[in-house]
């Protein structure tokens, strides 16, 4: 097997298959198996890509523990911020939920309610991550007042991207941009599979992905033996 780094631009149909354009060079191929994730959405304010590794994160998943003991704010209102409180709530000292609207799901939150060390600050907006090396807050408009949170972690979860820009064109696409696929992990196109977050699976989980993989590879086998 070899591996070829390079991010794909553009994937087309030709006669005996596909072609996969990158940045600098084309590679033919008979079948194709999309794997390309999810991109989180961003705030696009001052400081979240100068501060991203030094205090802002989008995975409560993997970053909870960096937290320990420490004063975060979770920017999002939905079941994935939500959910990121209830990763962080057994590390941080103080959980700030900033938020327009609460969105996620009612029972989500009832359960928040009843963490003490969890502050919602609804009908809020994010202007600015701040800070010197790392973060050490973050400005919030609230009621037309600007104040400063005193955090030393902000968690973006306002939601993911599937990374499909590449294919838009080719395979058919979900109302959430997701690869449509079947049970097989077949596209629309005949030859094309995708496996992982960048489909229509609901679950979206590393070991779930793993696996879809393995079956996306298996049905490509038995497709390219047809």
């Given at each position: 097997m070899k591996v070829k780094e390079g991010d794909a631009k553009e994937i087309k149909?030709?006669?005996?298959g596909f072609e996969v354009v990158t940045n600098d060079k084309s590679y033919e191929t008979k079948t194709v198996i999309i794997a390309s994730g999810k991109t989180p959405r961003h705030l696009d304010i001052p400081g979240e890509e100068k501060f991203?590794?030094?205090?802002?994160?989008?995975?409560?998943?993997?970053?909870?523990?960096?937290f320990n003991g420490k004063d975060v704010a979770i920017i999002g209102g939905g079941n994935a911020a939500l959910d990121a409180v209830f990763?962080?709530?057994?590390?941080?000292?103080?959980i700030y939920l900033v938020v327009r609207n609460l969105t996620a799901e009612p029972f989500?939150?009832?359960?928040?309610?009843?963490?003490?060390?969890?502050?919602?600050?609804?009908?809020?907006?994010?202007?600015e991550i701040v800070g010197d090396k790392s973060v050490s807050g973050v400005r919030i408009e609230q009621d037309g007042k600007q104040k400063i949170l005193n955090v030393q972690g902000v968690f973006v979860e306002i939601g993911q991207v599937p990374n499909t820009k590449f294919v838009n064109n080719l395979v058919k696409l979900n109302e959430s941009e997701e690869i449509i696929i079947d049970k097989d992990n077949m596209t629309n196109v005949p030859g094309i599979f995708?496996?992982?977050?960048?489909?229509?699976?609901?679950e979206k989980q590393i070991v779930i992905s793993a696996g879809e993989g393995a079956k996306a590879v298996l049905s490509a086998w038995d497709y390219l033996k047809r």
């Open positions: 149909k030709i006669n005996n991203l590794g030094s205090g802002v994160a989008y995975c409560a998943v993997c970053d909870s523990p960096y990763h962080l709530e057994n590390y941080a000292n103080k989500l939150i009832e359960r928040i309610k009843k963490i003490g060390k969890v502050e919602v600050l609804t009908d809020t907006k994010v202007l995708a496996a992982g977050d960048v489909t229509d699976v609901k």
